[in-house]
């Protein structure tokens, strides 16, 4: 077998869908199965609340990592996979090391900060592999690689939080983490076996040399980093997009904000079915959404988020107009449904269409912020919600999260693609 990514199709595909299955199963375990785990000890819910927003803080840092990864590397193994190596290793030492604290209810501060190293490992994983991505992955296929990426994730925490719970009723903390440590090392010897480019060394003290392709892309200094980062994000689609994303994630945070206070307290439901719909609805799309991979790379990443965000724009206004409708059983499902279709949806294609306006020159820096802003922004859309809530109904929260998404699909009617890519060779030319 071919074990080279940028020589394989198929070992990308498959690569790349791991090492995001890798971040997912960190996130099961402390975002979803622990904080139950905890409450079912008795811990109280300010605790879970800290344990849950510190250990989480990694996800929201992680484009510090972009700028060290783009002037760091150990090139004969590649540009990005060092790193990727790396933070798999220190995730599989992190996640056992979590497993031997003791007494957990007891000493949150402890588990919470070794929750948090945990995270750190996955952030800077996720990182390393989006760089990895840009890198190795032609244009042409990044919307079915983001498709199986995506999946890879939700596939990730849906089954770690699954498992994990199961070996907490039985075994504690230290029998998930051991349950988890088990793929984590599998995922870890995936990616010391696979390699960037031919002639790379699979690990620093075997044979191999740096690849030109490498050499010419790995910044020399902090002052061209930084100097080439702001050159490419203030493109125009850059701004753009920056913009749209802020409106599209600001009604992401009305949702996750409204949609369980309505479900369970306007609605009457149980906190548990709308915990079960959301993971059911999640996966299921997740499944389809690998039919979406395809879809972008004949028609392009531009027009399925397009499309996308009309859709999800449809819903919340058919939702916000058809508020009579919400006491048929039926309905909450339908519209919890498309909804996460929709955003699987725009997921995949946002991640391909921020990939193709990257310049590799310092590609882990620039997607790193356009990430690290997507969850920004979000967090800025559920603050909003809360201040504008006592003035709205349930029906007008749901039409202004229409608005939200029209607003970004007119700005990203905006964008041209065309023009970014000659500036881009542009810029290429100048270095040169």
């Given at each position: 077998?071919?074990?080279?990514?940028?020589?394989?199709?198929?070992?990308?595909?498959?690569?790349?869908?791991?090492?995001?299955?890798?971040?997912?199963?960190?996130?099961g375990l402390i975002s979803i199965a622990l904080p139950a785990y905890l409450a079912e000890q008795g811990a109280g819910p300010g605790q879970i609340a800290s344990f849950i927003a510190i250990s989480g803080l990694p996800w929201g840092f992680k484009l510090l990592a972009g700028p060290v990864m783009d002037r760091f590397t150990f090139l004969p193994m590649g540009r990005r996979r060092p790193w990727v190596v790396?933070?798999?290793f220190g995730l599989l030492i992190a996640i056992v090391t979590l497993g031997t604290v003791p007494d957990p209810v007891n000493n949150m501060v402890l588990l919470t900060w070794v929750a948090f190293v945990v995270n750190g490992?996955?952030?800077?994983?996720?990182?390393?592999?989006?760089?990895?991505?840009?890198?190795?992955?032609?244009?042409?296929?990044?919307?079915?690689?983001?498709?199986?990426?995506?999946?890879?994730?939700?596939?990730?925490?849906?089954?770690?939080?699954?498992l994990s719970a199961m070996a907490m009723a039985a075994f504690g903390i230290k029998g998930a983490t051991w349950i988890l440590a088990i793929g984590i090392a599998l995922i870890f010897v995936w990616s010391v076996a696979v390699r960037e480019r031919e002639r790379e060394r699979i690990l620093p003290w075997s044979n191999g040399e740096a690849t030109p392709q490498s050499v010419e892309l790995q910044a020399d200094d902090?002052?061209?980093?930084?100097?080439?980062?702001f050159k490419v994000m203030f493109l125009r689609a850059s701004i753009l997009l920056?913009?749209?994303t802020f409106f599209w994630r600001m009604a992401a945070g009305f949702?996750?904000?409204?949609?369980?206070?309505?479900?369970?307290?306007?609605?009457?439901?149980?906190?548990?079915?709308?915990?079960?719909?959301?993971?059911?609805?999640?996966?299921?799309?997740?499944?389809?959404?690998?039919?979406?991979?395809p879809l972008i790379d004949r028609s392009g990443s531009q027009r399925i988020l397009l499309f996308s965000l009309l859709g999800l724009a449809c819903t919340h206004v058919f939702a916000g107009?058809?508020?009579?409708?919400?006491?048929?059983?039926?309905?909450?499902?339908?519209?919890?449904?498309?909804?996460?279709?929709?955003?699987?949806?725009?997921?995949?294609?946002?991640?391909?269409?921020?990939?193709?306006?990257?310049?590799?020159?310092?590609?882990?820096?620039?997607?790193?912020?356009?990430?690290?802003?997507?969850?920004?922004?979000?967090?800025?859309?559920?603050?909003?919600?809360?201040?504008?809530?006592?003035?709205?109904?349930?029906?007008?929260?749901?039409?202004?999260?229409?608005?939200?998404?029209?607003?970004?699909?007119?700005l990203l009617h905006l964008v041209n693609?065309?023009?970014h890519n000659e500036q881009i060779e542009r810029l290429d030319g100048h270095l040169a």
């Open positions: 077998m071919n074990w080279i990514l940028s020589e394989n199709r198929y070992l990308r595909f498959f690569s790349f869908s791991v090492f995001y299955v890798a971040q997912g199963l960190p996130i790396s933070a798999q490992f996955a952030a800077v994983q996720d990182v390393a592999v989006d760089g990895m991505a840009i890198d190795v992955l032609p244009a042409q296929e990044r919307g079915r690689a983001n498709a199986f990426m995506a999946f890879g994730q939700v596939a990730g925490y849906s089954a770690s939080a699954a902090w002052r061209s980093i930084f100097l080439n980062l920056v913009v749209m949702w996750i904000s409204a949609a369980p206070v309505i479900v369970v307290q306007e609605l009457g439901y149980e906190s548990t079915d709308y915990s079960y719909w959301t993971a059911i609805t999640g996966f299921i799309s997740a499944c389809i959404g690998l039919l979406v991979g107009m058809n508020t009579s409708l919400w006491s048929v059983s039926w309905f909450p499902l339908v519209i919890l449904s498309l909804d996460n279709l929709f955003q699987q949806a725009i997921f995949i294609s946002f991640i391909a269409i921020h990939m193709n306006i990257c310049w590799k020159q310092v590609s882990a820096t620039q997607f790193a912020i356009y990430m690290a802003w997507s969850n920004l922004a979000r967090s800025i859309g559920a603050w909003i919600y809360g201040q504008v809530e006592p003035f709205l109904t349930s029906g007008q929260v749901f039409l202004a999260m229409g608005l939200c998404c029209v607003i970004a699909a007119v693609l065309v023009i």
